[in-house]
Nanobody
């Protein structure tokens, strides 16, 4: 059974926005660091952003700083990624995970940025 379910991806033009969601159907979400990861075809998985359990700390890979915002709602076991000013290089499948390795990541949601 897949623990995490990502959604919210789609096709957008450069400069557009999307909001991704990740729902954890398991237990322990509220005490876990959570990560957004992404993987483009033919490329390695990379870390995008992370957030600590009480949302007091978040950080981002350099290329998305100022454009992406991570957040979470522990009452809903849900994490979000608001993505603004999307660029073609952001095209990838996005996953959520309780760690940077991503072994328990969900099915992912596809984000395609193209004109």
């Amino acid at each position: 059974q897949v623990r995490f379910a990502e959604s919210g991806g789609g096709l957008v033009q450069p400069g557009g926005s999307l909001r991704l969601s990740c729902v954890d159907s398991g237990s322990g979400f509220s005490t876990s660091w959570m990560y957004w990861l992404r993987q483009a075809p033919g490329r390695r998985q990379e870390w995008v952003s992370r957030i600590n359990p009480d949302s007091s700390y978040a950080d981002y890979r350099e290329s998305v700083k100022g454009r992406f915002t991570i957040s979470r709602d522990n009452d809903k076991n849900t994490m979000y990624l608001q993505m603004n000013d999307l660029q073609p290089e952001d095209t990838a499948t996005y996953y959520c995970s309780p760690d940077v390795v991503g072994d328990s990541r969900g099915q992912g949601t596809q984000v395609t940025v193209s004109s």
